[in-house]
Nanobody
Framework: QVQLIESGGGLVQAGDSLRLSCAAS????????MGWFRQAPGKEREFVAA????????YYADSVKGRVTISRDNAKNTMYLQMNSLEPEDTAVYYC?????????????????????WGQGTQVTVSS
């Protein structure tokens, strides 16, 4: 198991930016495909973005495409989510997740059930 710890959430205004971080313990981070998910009150946890082990492949939900950038630094065991032009609809708890399972298609990166390592979440609140 890998411990994942998110940080960087907060209360911002619409149009602002935030950068979330996900720090991983252990020496297996570079073996993990990673993703960001979010869960708003009363809603299911949904896919936001994902990144392959090397960082060469990145995937985004349509709702955030163009406003969000996922990245990782394997030397620092850390993944990031840069969020720009935030909207009130982005308000949610954001979770990072990882899996050592080989993901053969882009659709697999978007599946919540594929990931077996989860952080505790960080709250992002966007006021209008």
């Amino acid at each position: 198991q890998v411990q994942l710890i998110e940080s960087g959430g907060g209360l911002v205004q619409a149009g602002d930016s935030l950068r979330l971080s996900c720090a991983a313990s252990g020496r297996t981070f570079s073996s993990l495909a990673m993703g960001w998910f979010r869960q708003a009150p009363g809603k299911e946890r949904e896919f936001v973005a994902a990144i392959s082990r090397s960082g060469s492949s990145r995937y985004y939900a349509d709702s955030v495409k163009g406003r969000v950038t996922i990245s990782r630094d394997n030397a620092k065991n850390t993944m990031y989510l840069q969020m720009n032009s935030l909207e009130p609809e982005d308000t949610a708890v954001y979770y990072c997740a990882g899996t050592m399972v080989y993901l053969s298609s882009s659709s697999n990166y978007r599946k919540r059930e594929i990931y077996d390592n989860w952080g505790q979440g960080t709250q992002v609140t966007v006021s209008s």
